[in-house]
């Protein structure tokens, strides 16, 4: 079916930067570029998966070291062994977080000032 196009911001003349319009998840969609307002696209068939969001339901511990290490515990649902799976706490993002199940993840706390912080 069609898919009305989305705005690209131009990077550098390899790059340009764009953001997926919403889709339901499980789907791909092929991912072509134009420079003429549509008259031709790319033909080069890369597709883009859409993939359902992680839901979060509970961490332990709650509390761990100013210096870091703790092991966290997350669980809840749609957790996919991917490369990119990662965890975030307060600003510190990109942790790296080791799969266990599809409810399942845990990753090594940081270290971080005193003080709550989001998860």
Request: charged fraction near 10%.
């Amino acid at each position: 079916g069609y898919h009305p196009a989305t705005v690209a911001i131009f990077v550098s003349s390899t790059q340009i930067m764009c953001e997926s319009p919403p889709h339901a998840s499980g789907l791909g969609l092929t991912v072509e570029v134009s420079t003429n307002l549509g008259m031709n696209w790319t033909g080069a068939g890369y597709m883009f998966a859409y993939e359902s969001t992680a839901q979060l339901d509970y961490v332990a511990p709650r509390q761990g070291s100013v210096f870091g290490g703790s092991l966290l515990k997350l669980t809840g649902s749609g957790m996919r062994n991917t490369e990119s799976l990662s965890c975030r706490v307060g600003t510190i993002s990109h942790i790296a977080s080791r799969w266990l199940s599809s409810s399942a993840t845990s990753c090594q706390v940081p270290a971080h000032r005193e003080g709550p912080v989001p998860l």
